[in-house]
């Protein structure tokens, strides 16, 4: 399997169809305090077997998509169902991204893990005070030359050993990005920033409200993200994927048939559209507001839209526009 780059990712990311994402499971053994779609050890997972492979058809039968990210939730604690879409989605030709926490490398690597990681082009791991707490790392991750858990430095070897691309992904923590590039520097370093959902409300302030001219478009609305119940969302915001925000962001599949048009239909919503092409500054009743981020005003253009049909008729003529 062809590595990908950080900066393939992106690319391919901002190309509209070419990635999606398939939420595996909302199931994650770490529970971190931080985590922004709430996952825990007993969190729902998939249960609907003949449902998910649908789902996994679907996804592989998208000609257009190069690259498939498995995200969760933590994949590898849906066994069956990571093995199963790996398996299937590099027969159809696709690029696998897997993110995860590396939990499996507290101990030693179990030996389907490396099967799986064998299929994967790029892995992205993710490390920081929050995971090292919640796994019991020695030292915690913090200070100018912080100390990388155990299972970080056993699951990068057994990443690179599989011969995947190897991405660390780190908060924008004191020390984290730098120890990371002194203790794995074949690893790709991608400093994320704080999400204030899920658990992450508790944890983390919403950022700084912003005037909706300093908003541009909406780069997540290239992530449409497909989960493993048959639940088809527009974007990868943690929030719609876990079933809040505007019902127009989602679509219900059960035939992997239907997959193709459920992503065609998302791409057409109005406000949506608006907010990929343009922005929030080209709705009026944005464009005099400020926001925590673009996802709000995402929200609010629907929540608009769905209050006056005048929105939604202007949505509809400006989305679409070549």
């Not at 995200?71 to 993110?99: M, N, S």
């Not at 004191?174 to 944890?203: I, Q, Y």
């Not at 019902?247 to 919503?269: F, I, K, P, Q, Y």
């Amino acid at each position: 399997m062809t590595a990908l780059t950080l900066a393939e990712i992106n690319r391919l990311r901002a190309t509209p169809g070419a990635t999606v994402v398939l939420f595996l499971t909302d199931r994650c053994p770490v529970g971190c305090a931080h985590c922004s779609v709430s996952a825990t050890a007993t969190s729902p997972t998939i249960r609907d077997w003949p449902l998910f492979t649908e789902v996994v058809r679907g996804v592989c039968g998208l000609t257009a998509v190069q690259a498939v990210a498995v995200t969760g939730g933590e994949p590898f604690a849906a066994r069956r169902g990571l093995c199963y879409a790996v398996d299937e989605l590099r027969a159809a030709g696709k690029a696998i991204v897997v993110f995860t926490s590396g939990y499996w490398a507290t101990g030693s690597v179990p030996e389907w893990t490396g099967r799986v990681l064998a299929s994967t082009a790029t892995v992205f791991l993710s490390t920081d005070s929050f995971h090292a707490r919640a796994l019991a790392a020695r030292r915690p991750l913090s200070g100018a030359a912080p100390e990388l858990p155990r299972h970080i430095r056993n699951a990068a070897a057994a990443i690179t050993a599989a011969g995947c691309h190897l991405v660390v992904q780190v908060l924008n923590e004191p020390g984290l990005a730098e120890a990371v590039r002194t203790h794995l520097p074949d690893a790709e370093v991608s400093v994320v920033g704080a999400l204030a959902t899920g658990r992450g409300a508790d944890a983390f302030a919403p950022g700084p409200r912003r005037p909706a001219a300093q908003l541009g478009r909406c780069t997540l609305l290239n992530s449409p993200t497909i989960r493993y119940d048959g639940t088809v969302t527009a974007c990868c915001n943690e929030s719609v994927i876990t079933g809040s925000g505007p019902a127009a962001l989602r679509r219900r599949v059960t035939r992997a048939d239907e997959v193709a048009g459920a992503l065609a239909s998302l791409r057409a919503e109005p406000v949506a559209a608006v907010m990929a092409r343009f922005g929030p500054p080209a709705l009026p009743t944005l464009a005099v507001g400020s926001y925590h981020s673009i996802c709000e005003a995402c929200w609010q253009g629907h929540a608009d839209a769905a209050a006056d049909k005048r929105v939604h008729a202007y949505a509809t003529v400006l989305g679409g526009l070549p």
